[in-house]
């Protein structure tokens, strides 16, 4: 891969060199310049070049005073101008005007961010990595988006629609936005009252769909089970009542079966999303034991990658063609069979499928695994007959943020563990840091950012991205470094 540009100079550095060698150089051409432009007719020479020496000196004193006051706040930021990070990479307040914290830009409008650079990686003694301040941006943004709506059906809805950028404000929030948002502010910890976990709970709450559950906007008044499970799980997560979390995972699980969800439970993403909603929301269902081996049934061998079980976007295949590995829903079926695993233990079948899933993402080819093929970043549809019209297709398009997912299944403790028991640590570190580098990429000021499109800033991107990077920096702490 080509080496990054050199960063661009600061714009304030000019300006701090002038204010610390160039106050006389200013004053005496100023000075010049009066005397050559100021009328002789001007009340006598006496004049004229008292004139010009007090505005050269003035001009002077005001050069040496910008630069004072710009080494000063870079003094306060912990790092000067000479340092080559300020500008665009410099500190910020952190309220949403100019930088944010840490050197993330400010959250609006958000561009693809470049990798932090080897400093920011390992910042000195008392000076802190680029993941608070992303966080603080990431809080500030949602804050600032956050919409309240008045429906004449359901009340007072407190939330988020799909998409960040959606206009016009205010728009109405939805189930899926708003169940991301709840795990942001969780993920987060709220550090104030701008986000209040019980009011998005209870607009959850009022957007379940009359018949139960919940659904997508484009999916219309029934409700499906990867929705509801992700709303389940949000809500379980915000310690939401667990008689009224088991009742609608009931409902969820009794519709999701082979003669009512014919779409839904061929589709690694849907069964991988309803496993992990359930693990959440009701870690007693009968429900689970099932969903984890339908999942363990579903996985395809790769001969490209020494014959190891792996998963694509199907659990069956598709009229009788072959289903195509894949990175995403092979770090997917591993994330949701290591947590079933922790939850009600795990047969030599299921550990050997889960084990085999970690070995092949640790076999990618790709020689620079920050921009490898398997962080690739994928779609699914999830096709179903429209609940109302016959004739139409209630069509889902499902988008898969892959190096995210690579980066959740790799620090999955199985993963841990499978690595340092066969020796592949290094190729461990190299591939997750490898995700971690793509991850950061795609956000700046702690948003992500989908390519091109509309509906470029999903909320669900966010959380992935902002999830990640959290648990990577858990794993990665060492006490006293």
Do not use: K
């Not at 050269?56 to 006051?69: D, M, R, S």
């Not at 909603?277 to 020494?306: C, F, H, K, Y």
């Amino acid at each position: 891969m080509p080496p990054d540009p050199p960063p661009e100079p600061p714009p304030g550095r000019i300006v701090a060199w002038l204010g610390r060698f160039g106050p006389l150089a200013v004053a005496y051409a100023v000075f010049q310049a009066l005397v050559g432009l100021l009328p002789e007719s001007l009340f006598g020479d006496a004049a004229r070049y008292s004139l010009a020496v007090v505005s050269g000196v003035g001009t002077g004193a005001c050069a040496w005073l910008a630069g004072a006051l710009l080494r000063a706040r870079s003094a306060a930021r912990g790092q000067g101008p000479e340092d080559g990070e300020g500008g665009e990479d410099g500190g910020g307040s952190g309220d949403g005007d100019g930088d944010g914290l840490d050197g993330v830009p400010s959250p609006r409008g958000p561009r693809t961010a470049a990798a932090p650079s080897a400093a920011a990686a390992a910042p000195g003694p008392g000076r802190p990595g680029p993941l608070p301040g992303l966080s603080a941006a990431s809080y500030a943004t949602l804050a600032d988006r956050l919409t309240v709506f008045d429906d004449p059906l359901r009340g007072r809805l407190t939330g988020w629609p799909h998409d960040l950028d959606e206009q016009p404000t205010p728009i109405r929030p939805t189930a899926t936005g708003t169940a991301y948002g709840l795990h942001i502010a969780l993920e987060l910890g709220a550090p104030d009252g701008r986000l209040r976990a019980s009011e998005l709970v209870e607009t959850l709450w009022r957007l379940r769909l009359p018949e139960g559950g919940w659904a997508a906007r484009s999916q219309g008044v029934v409700g499906r089970p990867e929705v509801t499970a992700l709303v389940l799980g949000a809500l379980a997560r915000a310690g939401a009542d667990p008689q009224r979390l088991a009742a609608e995972a009931e409902r969820c699980t009794a519709r999701f079966s082979r003669e009512l969800e014919p779409a839904g439970v061929e589709m690694t993403h849907v069964v991988t999303t309803v496993l992990r909603g359930l693990l959440r929301a009701a870690p007693e269902s009968p429900a689970l034991p099932i969903l984890r081996d339908a999942l363990v049934d579903g996985a395809v061998t790769d001969p490209a990658r020494g014959h190891r079980r792996c998963w694509g976007a199907r659990l069956t295949p598709l009229r009788g063609r072959a289903v195509t590995p894949s990175s995403v829903h092979t770090a997917q079926a591993v994330v949701a069979l290591d947590r079933a695993a922790r939850l009600f233990g795990e047969d030599a079948n299921a550990r050997a499928s889960r084990e085999e899933g970690v070995r092949w993402l640790l076999s990618c080819p790709g020689p620079a695994h920050d921009g490898c093929e398997d962080l690739e970043s994928s779609h699914d549809t999830v096709r179903r007959p429209h609940p109302v019209d016959a004739s139409r297709h209630e069509v889902l398009s499902v988008r898969h943020f892959a190096s995210a997912w690579v980066m959740r299944a790799l620090l999955t403790p199985g993963a841990v563990a499978t690595a340092a028991d066969e020796g592949q640590e290094a190729a461990w570190q190299e591939l997750l840091s490898g995700a971690a580098a793509s991850v950061w990429r795609r956000q700046e000021g702690g948003i992500w950012s989908w390519d091109g499109g509309d509906l470029a800033y999903p909320m669900w991107m966010t959380y992935q991205g902002l999830s990640a990077l959290r648990a990577h920096a858990v794993w990665m702490y060492q006490p006293g470094t």
